[in-house]
């Protein structure tokens, strides 16, 4: 059994054969031929060069992360939660509003954008 790489590349395409194949342009010695199905390619994402931030010693003297904005809210289990999209994260999480006691301006400013919206919708 041989086992590969699961991806190569990148390869830049030439051509679109149809809606489900593409040829790429494959380099000088590559025995593969040269047309692929989308089911086998991916977009290629070029790495950042931004580092994670550091984790942050908050104001109480614990270590946190920077809360980049507050995205949505609810209610789960009887307690208010607010989806946070935090600085150099990709994922978001649903954090209690107990988490977030040392961002209350950003809070705030979530509350009055959703009030603002409310009142647009009922004018």
Known sequence: MCIGPKWIGPYSVV??????????????GNKLHP????????PYNEPTRLSRPKEVVLADGSIG???????????????????????GEEKQTWEPVE???????????????????????WD
């Open 15 to 28: 051509r679109k054969i149809h809606n489900r194949a593409y040829e790429l342009n494959n380099q000088a």
């Open 35 to 42: 047309v692929f199905n989308t089911g086998s390619l991916k």
């Open 65 to 87: 992360q920077i809360v980049k904005r507050l995205v949505k809210k609810r209610t789960h289990k009887r307690r208010t939660q607010f989806l946070v999209k935090w600085v």
């Open 99 to 121: 988490n977030l006691s040392q961002v209350p301006d950003l809070i705030a400013e979530f509350e009055t954008a959703r009030l603002k919206l409310c009142n647009e919708v």
